[in-house]
């Protein structure tokens, strides 16, 4: 079993930087992807950026060059710096974590952009 918890979610002004952090707790595997997805007010849920066990990275077209997504496997904690915040970046963001055999969620943190 696993839990994610978030933290570092915010209002900030276009142009701003936020991190994002995601600690897990429960026995982790090596073979792990963990994740940070956002949802906006009638919109899908979609991927931001996902990281493997073992540092492999892909982002979402929207925020390449604007987000990076790291994880410190001593502390079981994934990161994501953001920078250049744009409005349209409004949502709750999730961490995800996929670990064999099971998808968990963390709970959600709001992140406001104003312009």
């Known amino acids: 079993q696993v839990q994610l918890v978030e933290s570092g979610g915010g209002f900030v002004q276009a142009g701003g930087s936020l991190r994002l952090s995601c600690a897990a707790s429960g026995t982790i595997y090596s073979t792990n992807v963990m994740g940070w997805y956002r949802q906006a007010p009638g919109k899908q849920r979609e991927l931001v950026a996902r990281i493997t066990g073992d540092g492999s990275t892909n982002y979402a077209d929207s925020v390449k060059g604007r987000v990076t997504i790291s994880r410190d496997n001593a502390k079981n904690t994934v990161f994501l710096q953001m920078s250049g915040l744009k409005p349209e970046d409004t949502a709750v963001y999730y961490c995800?974590?996929?670990?064999?055999?099971?998808?968990?969620w963390g709970q959600g943190t709001q992140v406001t952009v104003s312009s």
């Open positions: 995800y974590a996929w670990n064999w055999p099971r998808d968990y």
